[in-house]
C-alpha cells in the first residue's frame, strides 16, 4: 500500500525544522523535503538567534547547538561617507547563564537542528524539490510532487516553509509574487579573523560577541541596513536594500558591500581578515500589509514564505521558528481531536499566530515599510549627512561660538527639509512606530 504521511514540510530552514520536530516529537508521521544538498546549504542569515524562541521548541539546545558568541553589545551606527554616530549599549546582564541572543552559522545550524528533527522521529529528504502541490477535484491540497521518480506523495497537510520565493505556493495561486518594494536584496561576506583578534578589536572575552546594525549613506538613499556580526573566529558583514529601490537606481549590491566594507569606520575592525564567503539572498520586508493568505484546505504557510519578518528589528529567524512551531501545535492538536485538515479547523494556526508576537510585532510597525519606502532619500540619506554634520559640529572645537555652531546646525536641518518638513517627518515616524 502507498506511505501516506500525517504532514510533509517543504523546506527545512528555521520555520520548516520548527514545525517538524514539533510535529514529529508530538508523534505525527512527517515527511520534511529540502532541496538543497543538506539543510542550511541554500540558507543566508547574518545571523543572530533569539534564544527564547528556539527555547520554546528544544529547551536544552545550548547544551550541543553550535553556536557562536553570546552578544553582550550591540552598537547603532547613523553613518555619513566619512563618519558614524553612533549608540553602543553594552550590558553585564547579559553576561547571563541563559544568554538571550547568540550569533550562529546557518549551515552549521541548520545541519544540528536537522539532526534533531530527525531524532524526533522525521523522515527527511535531501536534494529533492517538491515541484508541485497536489490538489484533489475540490481544490484541497493532498499531498505534493517532487523532482524525483514516483508519482503524489500523500499528506494530510502541506507546511509550506519553502522561505521567501515560496514558488509552491505562488504556484498554486495561494499568493502572489512579493513585490519589488516588499522584499530586500541583502548580500554577504565572511571575513574570517582570529579569535584573539576579534575578541580585542571588539572588547570581548571568551565567547562574549558585539554587533553593529547600520544606516546611512552606505545605502546611497535607497531603504536599506548593513549589518556587522562577530562570530567566534569571523565577521559577517552585509548590506540589504530595496529590491524596488535596486531597480530604480540601478546600483549594485556588490559595489555597496565594497563601499560599506572600506568605509573609514568598518575597515580597521576587518583590517588583515580573510574573505571566504560571499551570498545574496532575499528578505521579506513587506511587514504586515505583505503577510498572504496562511492557512487553507490541507495547508498552511510559515517563516519568511509567509513574509513574517520583522525588518526594523532585523528579526526573522524567530519569526520563522515561532510560525513553525505553532503551525505544528496547531495540526498537533487537530490530530489529536481526530478532525480532518480542513481550511477551517486549520484556521487555529491564524488564531494562535494572532495572539503571538509574530503577528503583534508585525502589526506594530504596519505603516513603517511604507513610510520608509516612499521618503528612503531623507530618511538614510539626508538625515544621517544632517546628523554627522551636528556631532561633528558639536565637538570640533574651533573657536566659534556655541551659539554660533547651534545656529548653523539648526539652519542646515531647515535647508534640507524645512521646517514643515521636518515637523511632518517626524510626525510621520512617530505615527508609523506607534
Ligand atoms: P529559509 O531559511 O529560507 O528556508 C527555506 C528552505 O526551503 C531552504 O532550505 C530551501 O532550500 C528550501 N526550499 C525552498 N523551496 C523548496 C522546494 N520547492 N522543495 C524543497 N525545499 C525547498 N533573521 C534573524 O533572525 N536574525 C538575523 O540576524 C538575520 N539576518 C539575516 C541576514 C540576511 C543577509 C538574510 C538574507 C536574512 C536574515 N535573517 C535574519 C532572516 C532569516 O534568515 C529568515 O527569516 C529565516 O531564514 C527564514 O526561515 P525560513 O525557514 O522561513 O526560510
Not at 228 to 247: P, Q
Request: hydrophobic share 40%; proline share 4%.
Amino acid at each position: 500500500t502507498e506511505e501516506k504521511f500525517d504532514a510533509i514540510v517543504i523546506g527545512a530552514g528555521m520555520s520548516g525544522n520548527a514545525a517538524a520536530y514539533t510535529m514529529a516529537s508530538h508523534g505525527l508521521k512527517v515527511l520534511q523535503l529540502e532541496r538543497g544538498e543538506y539543510p542550511g546549504s541554500k540558507n543566508v542569515q547574518g545571523a543572530i538567534l533569539y534564544a527564547n524562541m528556539l527555547e520554546a521548541i528544544i529547551p536544552d539546545f545550548r547544551d550541543d547547538a553550535p553556536l557562536e558568541r553570546h552578544l553582550v553589545e550591540q552598537r547603532f551606527w547613523v553613518m555619513d561617507d566619512t563618519s558614524h554616530t553612533g549608540m553602543h549599549y553594552r550590558s553585564d546582564d547579559f553576561n547571563e547563564p541563559t544568554p538571550n541572543r547568540y550569533t550562529i552559522i546557518r549551515a552549521q545550524f541548520d545541519k544540528w537542528f536537522s539532526r534533531k528533527v530527525r531524532a524526533a522521529g522525521a523522515t527527511v529528504l535531501c536534494e529533492t524539490t517538491a515541484t508541485e502541490l497536489a490538489l484533489d477535484a475540490t481544490g484541497k491540497v493532498i499531498g505534493v510532487r517532487t523532482d524525483r521518480e514516483g508519482g503524489i506523495i500523500h499528506a494530510d497537510v502541506v507546511v509550506l516553509a519553502e522561505g521567501v520565493n515560496g514558488l509552491l505556493g505562488t504556484r498554486a495561486g495561494f499568493r502572489k509574487v512579493p513585490k519589488p518594494e516588499a522584499v530586500a536584496l541583502a548580500v554577504k561576506e565572511m571575513h574570517f579573523l582570529p579569535e584573539e583578534v576579534i575578541a580585542e578589536r571588539f572588547g570581548l572575552t571568551g565567547d562574549q560577541g558585539c554587533v553593529i546594525e547600520a544606516a546611512g549613506t552606505i545605502s546611497r538613499g535607497m531603504a536599506g541596513l548593513g549589518f556587522l556580526y562577530t562570530n567566534k573566529e569571523s565577521i559577517s558583514l552585509g548590506i540589504g536594500c530595496l529590491v524596488s529601490d535596486f531597480a530604480a537606481t540601478m546600483e549594485r549590491p556588490y559595489t555597496l558591500l565594497e563601499d560599506f566594507k572600506n568605509h573609514p569606520s568598518i575597515r580597521p575592525l576587518l583590517a588583515g581578515s580573510e574573505v571566504k564567503e560571499y551570498a545574496a539572498h532575499l528578505i521579506p520586508e513587506g511587514g504586515f500589509k505583505a503577510i498572504p493568505q496562511l492557512f487553507g484546505n490541507g495547508w498552511v504557510v510559515v517563516g519568511d514564505a509567509a513574509q513574517l519578518n520583522n525588518a526594523v528589528h532585523r528579526e526573522g529567524s524567530n519569526l520563522a521558528m515561532t510560525s513553525g512551531r505553532i503551525a505544528g501545535e496547531a495540526i498537533c492538536a487537530i490530530k489529536t481531536r481526530k478532525r480532518p485538515m480542513t481550511r477551517e479547523n486549520l484556521s487555529l494556526y491564524k488564531t494562535m499566530l494572532d495572539e503571538s508576537f509574530v503577528v503583534k510585532d508585525l502589526r506594530k510597525y504596519k505603516d513603517i515599510p511604507a513610510l520608509l519606502h516612499t521618503n528612503s532619500r531623507n530618511f538614510f540619506m539626508t538625515y544621517p549627512q544632517l546628523l554627522s554634520q551636528a556631532a561633528q559640529n558639536f565637538v570640533r572645537v574651533d573657536g566659534t561660538p556655541k551659539i554660533e555652531k547651534e545656529r548653523a546646525t539648526t539652519a542646515a536641518f531647515i535647508k534640507a527639509r524645512s521646517r514643515w518638513g521636518l515637523v511632518s517627518d517626524a510626525v510621520r515616524l512617530a505615527l508609523a512606530w506607534r
